[in-house]
């Protein structure tokens, strides 16, 4: 499991978006292209808010472009669900305890399911 296919099981497997699978997909792709690749799967579903809800996706930036995600648990303080690679697992945290995600070059962007879709 990693973060991508995460947030395809939730969102899918809840029926609250159409079912998709995003593979095949190179574990190293985002170290190599400035494509956003992650982002653009995320905006096809979703718009971005400037403020975090539960059950909203957080997307960091890795590498070159966003290429980390998680499932928004608690608003303040941030914590998301996700599969962490470092971990080995799929974790629940506060980003703010977790030095590689509250590095602030790798900002959190927001988003909310549209309605609809």
Do not use: K, Q
């Not at 960091?60 to 608003?75: D, E, L």
Request: with cysteine.
């Amino acid at each position: 499991m990693d973060c991508g296919m995460i947030l395809c099981r939730v969102y899918c497997d809840l029926n609250l978006v159409p079912s998709f699978d995003p593979r095949p997909y190179p574990d190293d792709w985002h170290l190599h292209r400035s494509e956003e690749r992650y982002l653009r799967l995320v905006l096809a579903h979703c718009r971005e808010v400037a403020a975090p809800a539960p059950g909203d996706v957080a997307l960091f930036r890795w590498g070159r472009c966003h290429a980390h995600g998680g499932v928004v648990t608690v608003a303040e303080p941030l914590t998301i669900v996700h599969a962490f690679s470092p971990a080995g697992r799929v974790v629940e945290e506060e980003v703010r305890r977790n030095a590689l995600l509250a590095d602030p070059a790798r900002a959190p962007r927001f988003f909310r399911l549209r309605e609809g879709v």
